[in-house]
């Protein structure tokens, strides 16, 4: 474990965040968080240099503990998980951009797919994927069919209904009713 006094004086360079803690207590604790978090000294210094490349403003522990993360492993133990300052982990120092999972353990690895596959290795899934991909490209020219003209009727008989023939059935009704020609409905 570092010296908290020590880790106080690395840690000062953090000041230069805008809402870095100015209390003499927060600052301790913060020394006793780092001390416990990293394994030397030359860890809080990169900690420091890497925070103040990342952020303007003052992160927090959890922040500060994911960036330490990222690229050591903690020497108490305990990881970081998102935040919302980096939900998908600080960006890479290196240009990188693999998560440290997949630099350390070669998890993610992709493999290039055969000459003429677009999406999978599976000769039919790739048919099948290529085909549904052209019928939803929205820069695809567009099939259409030529307007049709209306049908018209084949019944010699069609009259179509007009608003005058919806009214004359309307009044019809209400003159049955008055007249008590209509039955009452019933249950």
């Known amino acids: 474990m570092l010296d908290f006094n020590r880790t106080a004086d690395l840690l000062s360079g953090l000041s230069l965040l805008k809402y870095f803690p100015a209390d003499d207590g927060a600052r301790l604790e913060l020394a006793k968080l780092v001390a416990s978090m990293c394994a030397d000294e030359s860890q ?19 922040v500060l503990r994911q960036i330490l993360c990222s690229k050591f492993k903690p020497a108490d133990g ?58 939803l490209d929205m820069n695809r020219p567009r099939r259409t069919a030529p307007a049709k003209p209306p049908e018209e009727p084949t019944n010699p008989n069609y009259k179509p209904i007009t608003q005058a023939d919806i009214d004359r059935a309307v009044e019809e009704l209400h003159e049955k009713r008055a007249r008590g020609e209509l039955l009452p409905p019933t249950l």
């Open 44 to 62: 809080v210094e990169w900690l420091v240099k890497r925070t103040l490349s990342l952020c303007s403003d003052w992160p927090g522990p959890l």
């Open 78 to 135: 305990i990881s970081a998980g998102p935040s919302e300052a980096f939900p998908e982990g600080p960006p890479s120092e290196t240009g990188d951009m693999r998560c440290l999972a997949e630099r350390e353990l070669g998890i993610g690895e992709r493999l290039a797919l055969p000459a003429g596959h677009v999406a999978t290795v599976d000769p039919g899934f790739d048919k099948l994927i290529r085909l549904v991909a052209s019928q």
